[in-house]
């Protein structure tokens, strides 16, 4: 387990003179690992358990983050002031994240506990998670602690914020398929980048089809007029909504039923949609709305303790 987690690691790097900290990292994503693995066995619920691989991921993770806000390197930073422009609140979701937003350690509870919820939810994307869920929030205290302890007489010095100071240019002649993100001023790629060669007009246009056709939020963030028109696409499913459910939160006894209105839902948007366009429903041919019960996990849709659904 210790090579293959050093090992990984150090794959993941990138390759330019390490920080004056990077020779502490592996025994403490080590260590941080023996944490995770020893802690879930006294979870409550089977919930947030993890496979041995996931649980590596995860502690890569969690180092990797440490390492980010211990030495200012800003990518959490950005995440955060990202969430305040958009959310009003760094942490979206956690309580009590707000009153210690001002001055709070860099490695805090609070980010631990965002970090996490949003971890745990990339790990299982069916996993309907609360920010506030009791093996979640005990977590969060262990690793914080854990991490504080082993990164609060660190040495400054990453080879990631080396990696990021440097200037990046390619070779000519050929298209890299990448994302972008806004660091310090300036741009830098983020994940991972595919290069092409000879790309005659036809596959350029396509790639630019399958870009605006599928990561869409990633596109966001550089188009803002195609941001502008999902917000509002967003703001009229709301507005259906209020106007179905008269508020914004729908319960039900199943997850049947929940099936069932769902569809119902969406037969008075197609109605709203025509009314809308000045045309009668009744004269309208409206598309086939499908059986929703094939469209939600299956936990979800035999659930008998009672169903939320919150716009």
């Not at 900290?21 to 023996?34: C, R, T």
């Not at 942490?91 to 745990?120: D, F, M, T």
Request: hydrophobic fraction near 30%; proline fraction near 5%; aromatic fraction near 12%.
């Amino acid at each position: 387990m210790k090579n293959i987690l050093s090992l990984n690691f150090r794959l993941a790097r990138p390759k330019v003179q390490p920080g004056k900290g990077d020779k502490y990292l592996p025994k403490i994503l080590q260590d941080l690992s023996n944490l995770l693995r020893k802690t879930q066995k006294d979870f409550h619920y089977d919930t947030l358990r993890l496979s041995a691989d996931k649980i590596r991921d995860l502690s890569q993770t969690l180092v990797e983050f440490a390492e980010d806000v211990h030495n200012e390197i800003d990518i959490w930073n950005s995440l955060e002031q990202y969430n305040l422009k958009f959310f009003e609140t760094k942490l979206p979701l956690v309580p009590g994240s707000a009153e210690e937003s001002a001055g709070h350690a860099p490695i805090s509870k609070r980010r631990i506990q965002y970090l996490l919820w949003n971890q745990y939810q990339l790990f299982n994307p069916n996993l309907i998670l609360s920010p506030s869920h009791q093996d979640l929030i005990r977590l969060s205290g262990m690793v914080s602690d854990f991490l504080s302890d082993r990164f609060k007489n660190l040495p400054l010095g990453s080879g990631i914020k080396t990696f990021f100071d440097q200037p990046h240019e390619f070779d000519k002649n050929h298209l890299y398929y990448g994302g972008l993100i806004p660091w310090n001023g300036e741009w830098y790629w983020s994940g991972e980048q595919k290069r092409y060669d000879n790309v005659s007009d036809e596959d350029l246009s396509k790639l630019k089809n399958t870009f605006f056709s599928t990561p869409q939020t990633i596109v966001y963030r550089y188009c803002k007029d195609l941001a502008d028109k999902a917000r509002e696409s967003v703001k009229e499913h709301y507005r259906i909504f209020v106007d179905y459910h008269g508020k914004d939160m729908a319960v039900y006894p199943d997850g049947r039923s929940m099936a069932v209105d769902m569809r119902n839902q969406y037969c008075f948007h197609n109605e709203y949609k025509l009314k809308a366009a000045g045309k009668n429903p009744t004269e309208h041919h409206q598309s086939e709305i499908p059986d929703l019960t094939k469209s939600f996990p299956p936990d979800l849709i035999e659930c008998n303790s009672g169903v939320c659904i919150y716009f």
